[in-house]
């Protein structure tokens, strides 16, 4: 299978159990992997024919803008999701969502998730 990479998205959102970290949107890393058949783009030359990432991207951005998690894991579950309802190429998708300076020893702490069709 074929893949669409979105790489070190940065999203603005709301994220954070701790009460300090409800009152401003902070970054989170997003990287996106998408399983598709891309071969018809290929040939054609036609971007009907694969996944415009550019939609993708601002998909997810605006998630962040619109919607506040507790958890990363929430943020990456309605990011897989989205994506899989609007893009129907999409056989699967695997969302890394990375919190940077969560833990103080820490660059970032993340979660992956993969879900198919």
Known sequence: MDKIFI?????MTIVGTRPDERLAARPLIINICMECDLQPAGVSDDLFNSVNYQAVAELILELGRKESCLLIEAFAEKSAR?????FDLVKSVTITVD???AIGCA???AVEITRTR
Do not use: E, Y
């Not at 790489?7 to 999203?11: G, K």
């Not at 989205?82 to 609007?86: A, F, G, H, S």
């Open 7 to 11: 790489r070190d998205l940065t999203v």
């Open 82 to 86: 989205l994506i899989l309802q609007n």
């Open 99 to 101: 919190k940077p300076h």
């Open 107 to 109: 660059a970032s702490t």
